[in-house]
């Protein structure tokens, strides 16, 4: 019969406490690496909506889909503005209600305060309304493939006279704002279309 000696015994006994303490190692690394690697997806999650949402903000949700027109009862200045607007392609709808626009020239800034009311109406001085919508249900929901005529009336027509400049910005709220700059021509017609 074999006897073990007290040195063998403990020989035994450490190579199954390194095996123990080398399994514990893995399961805790294991545990550590999961939780990492979950954190670093959630995060990666919240970057890329925080960057999609960033680049829906960084570009209008709105742009000119046509002609810019001039409006007036004489030959001295321009009454009102016609700006036809659409969405961008990609964009969300856009609540008409929300928005709200500037103009801006070399003697004046003005704000234009909303018409009421404020669809299918002809706006009063100093104040803007969508004159007319095509392609769209009732209401004040600007969507995909629908189109917006805004009439802009300005209370100070100084900006408005024959070969002066002026920008319109038309923000909608969470959006950067669409900037539209015209020169008024040498010659104002009851309609005068306002180029680049």
Same mark, same amino acid.
């Given at each position: 019969?074999?006897?073990?000696?007290?040195?063998?015994?403990?020989?035994?006994?450490?190579?199954?406490?390194?095996?123990?303490?080398?399994?514990?190692?893995?399961?805790?690394?294991?545990?550590?690496?999961?939780?990492?690697?979950?954190?670093?997806?959630?995060?990666?999650?919240?970057?890329?909506?925080?960057?999609?949402?960033?680049?829906?903000?960084?570009?209008?949700?709105?742009?000119?889909?046509?002609?810019?027109?001039?409006?007036?009862?004489?030959?001295?200045?321009?009454? /009102?503005?016609? $700006?036809? &607007?659409?969405?961008?392609?990609?964009?969300?709808?856009?609540?008409?209600? #929300? *928005?709200?626009?500037? !103009?801006?020239?070399?003697?004046?800034?003005?704000?234009?305060?909303?018409?009421?009311?404020?669809?299918?109406?002809?706006?009063?001085?100093?104040?803007?309304?969508?004159?007319?919508?095509?392609?769209?249900?009732?209401?004040?929901?600007?969507?995909?493939?629908?189109?917006?005529?805004?009439?802009?009336?300005?209370?100070?027509?100084?900006?408005?006279?024959?070969?002066? /400049?002026?920008? $319109?910005? &038309?923000?909608?709220?969470?959006?950067?704002?669409?900037?539209?700059?015209? #020169? *008024?021509?040498?010659? !104002?017609?009851?309609?005068?279309?306002?180029?680049?």
């Amino acid at each position: 019969m074999s006897t073990l000696s007290s040195s063998d015994a403990g020989a035994g006994f450490t190579g199954l406490e390194a095996a123990i303490v080398l399994i514990a190692f893995v399961v805790v690394a294991s545990i550590f690496s999961y939780t990492i690697l979950g954190a670093g997806f959630y995060f990666s999650g919240e970057s890329r909506s925080v960057v999609c949402q960033g680049i829906r903000q960084a570009g209008s949700g709105i742009t000119v889909a046509g002609h810019i027109y001039g409006i007036s009862a004489s030959q001295k200045y321009i009454d /009102s503005i016609i $700006i036809p &607007i659409c969405l961008t392609p990609g964009s969300e709808p856009i609540d008409i209600t #929300t *928005v709200s626009v500037r !103009i801006f020239g070399s003697n004046t800034r003005e704000e234009i305060r909303q018409n009421s009311p404020l669809i299918d109406a002809f706006p009063g001085n100093s104040r803007w309304s969508v004159q007319e919508r095509f392609n769209s249900n009732p209401g004040t929901i600007l969507e995909p493939g629908e189109l917006f005529i805004l009439n802009i009336t300005p209370m100070f027509r100084a900006n408005f006279v024959p070969y002066s /400049s002026f920008s $319109i910005e &038309i923000k909608p709220a969470g959006s950067m704002p669409l900037r539209v700059a015209r #020169t *008024v021509p040498g010659y !104002i017609d009851r309609v005068t279309r306002l180029g680049n």
